[in-house]
């Protein structure tokens, strides 16, 4: 999870900066490190992680200020954070799950809300697509494959329920569900936006025919935090 941080991050700034400077070394290496808290120092995760984002900004102000381009320092400055939180929370909210009593049950619903939706909003958007989603954005997407993305998290969560975590209810079969059919695609849009926003097809090139990391992984990096509030938070146990 540390080193999927690291690449969305290095992914992310290589999209969006021009300069290459220490701030996005450094904030690389703090997506790597920011999933390992909740295993280094399991009782003070929020602690690290809002100082260290803290001490991030300043440094990345200062940077700026007095070293990088001051025509794009404030923009800078606002992608060198974003980078870094755009995996980061994701990434650790991962690590927080996993490090619950029925911490690999909740990974895998992530995975499955996730990867659910993906694979049956393809196939009913190749089937039954005719109306554009965003076609702004993403010109391939269509309400079809939304609706059947949504369908494919609900149907993978009551699976989960019926198969490895009988403790899920039906309420959390469906809250989690929902999570993944609607916060997933706006992730791959928002993902599909920064792109467009720089003219390029892909966020890299590690995966051969797919692109990045970041492509693979831009829905999971918006449910991940949800589910993480929903099952730490909301659920109550």
Known sequence: MGLAGAICTGEYYAITQRERSPVLIVGVAAAFAAP????????????????SVAVFFVFAWSYYLLRGRLVDGPASVAHAVT???????????????????????????????????????????????????????????????????????????????????????????????????VVGPIGDLSESMLKRAYQVK????????????????DALLFNTPLIFLYANFLRGN
């Open 36 to 51: 390992l808290l909740p295993f280094l120092d399991p009782g003070h995760v929020g602690d690290w992680a809002f100082w």
């Open 83 to 181: 980078g870094l939180l755009y995996s980061a929370f994701a990434m650790t909210g991962l690590s927080l799950l996993r490090s619950r009593a029925d911490g690999l049950s909740w990974v895998l619903c992530v995975l499955i809300v996730t990867w659910g939706n993906d694979s049956c909003a393809y196939f009913a958007g190749r089937m039954l697509g005719r109306r554009k989603l965003y076609p702004e954005v993403s010109p391939n997407k269509t309400w079809a494959g939304f609706v059947g993305g949504f369908a494919g998290s609900l149907l993978g969560m009551f699976i989960a329920r019926a198969t490895f975590f009988p403790a899920l209810s039906v309420v959390d079969c469906l809250s989690v569900g929902a999570i993944g059919g």
């Open 202 to 217: 892909d966020s890299g090139k590690l995966i051969p025919g797919h692109g990045g990391l970041l492509d693979r992984l």
